[in-house]
């Protein structure tokens, strides 16, 4: 098999996007101040509704999804903030703040974990904050959090949620409206499987009531700028129109009924990762997953190698099997990897890639 082949790229985002996505991209560029834009625009809205489970608009940001991260903070209302941190894009949240000008307060949990929630709770009993932080996967780690429970200790307390499910998003339920989320973003290039560049948040009606008082919101990620828009199916600027036929064509692909079917597709996937480690751990060459049961993501798995195993080395054997996966990240690239079982990889591709890596392992 060659990389270029479907099913060989397993990064834990950007993730592979299929040749007819790809192909969306290549129809001519129009205006977008005009009819035909705002049937694409719509067509996107209608789906990426269906995606958040929501009734309510979801803003289409050309940016990385950290834009709306900072989109998320900027328009808050002022007043510190609590940030959940367990890995580094949970950290990438809190610092934002931080730069943002924000006071944090970051309750940190190890690598791996999660952070409990009786330690939520008696954080926003003891203070008042206006917002609470959370990724939702944390992609660095394969830890998922319960992000519904997060989002209604928040309200309790009188704070608002304020979750990035940019690798949660498409691969693990998500209902935005159940769960009374106040502000969910996610990015194209992680269990959507689309192309890197454009980012999708949804914002409750009192989050945006809120946003509208907010004295440091900025221009480009103003999110009353982004609902005004919305209401006319445009964006406040020039958006990434390439982008969008590809986000169009992913949305009618999934369909009005397609995501039970997409979260059962990655509940299966990360089971049939979790059980290969199991069957591996014998082998003596994977010792486990870092994220303990019970608080795995669905998209992406860790998976620690033993002390005389270099993990970068069976990255880098891998890849020349033709097969992509991620390394671990910072402290943990020697002593693990990560596989992305996202987007629209199947248990048919993410099989043929733990075949290749009973070779790879056995070889080294
Ligand atoms: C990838 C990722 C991000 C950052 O997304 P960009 O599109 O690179 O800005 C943030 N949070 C999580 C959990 C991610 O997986």
């Known amino acids: 098999m060659t990389a270029s082949a479907f099913g060989t790229f397993f990064l834990p985002g950007p993730t592979e996007v299929r040749p007819e996505i790809l192909a969306a991209m290549q129809r001519p560029l129009i205006s977008h101040r005009g009819p035909e834009f705002e049937a694409v625009y719509a067509h996107c809205d209608e789906g990426l509704r269906r995606v958040f489970r929501t009734t309510r608009p979801v803003f289409i940001s050309s940016s990385s999804a950290t834009g709306l991260m900072e989109a998320a903070i900027r328009n808050a209302p002022a007043g510190p903030v609590l940030s959940l941190v367990n890995g580094a894009f949970s950290a990438r949240f809190a610092d934002i703040a931080r730069a943002c000008g924000r006071v944090v307060e970051a309750l940190e949990a190890p690598y791996g974990e999660v952070v409990a929630l009786e330690r939520v709770e008696s954080a926003l009993r003891a203070r008042r904050f206006a917002a609470v932080t959370a990724a939702h996967s944390e992609t660095s780690t394969g830890a998922a959090q319960d992000v519904q429970a997060i989002a209604e200790l928040a309200h309790a307390n009188g704070a608002f949620s304020l979750i990035d499910s940019v690798s949660g998003m498409g691969g693990m339920p998500v209902e935005t409206d159940a769960w009374a989320l106040d502000f969910?973003?996610?990015?194209?290039?992680?269990?959507?499987?689309?192309?890197?560049?454009?980012?999708?948040?949804?914002?409750?009606?009192?989050?945006?009531?809120?946003?509208?008082?907010?004295?440091?919101?900025?221009?480009?990620?103003?999110?009353?700028?982004?609902?005004?828009?919305?209401?006319?199916?445009?964006?406040?600027?020039?958006?990434a129109v390439s982008l969008f036929y590809a986000l169009e064509a992913q949305m009618a692909a999934i369909g009005p009924t397609g995501m039970e079917c997409r979260w059962a597709r990655h509940a299966a996937m990360a089971a049939t990762t979790h059980a290969w480690v199991e069957h591996q751990r014998p082998s003596g060459r994977v010792t486990g997953i870092l994220a303990p049961a019970g608080s795995r993501s669905n998209t992406v798995t860790v998976v620690k190698t033993a002390d005389d195993v270099d993990a970068r080395r069976v990255v880098d054997a891998l890849?020349?099997?033709?097969?992509?996966?991620?390394?671990?990240?910072g402290k943990l690239a020697a002593s693990s990897f990560r596989i992305g079982h996202m987007g629209d990889q199947s248990v048919a591709t993410i099989t043929n890639l733990l075949d290749a890596l009973v070779e790879t392992l056995a070889a080294r």
């Open 319 to 329: 890849a020349e099997r033709g097969y992509v996966v991620g390394g671990g990240y």
């Open 184 to 239: 969910v973003l996610t990015g194209s290039q992680k269990a959507l499987a689309l192309p890197p560049g454009l980012a999708f948040c949804c914002a409750s009606e009192r989050y945006l009531a809120a946003a509208a008082e907010a004295p440091a919101r900025g221009r480009y990620f103003d999110i009353v700028e982004f609902a005004h828009y919305a209401a006319k199916h445009q964006t406040p600027n020039t958006p």
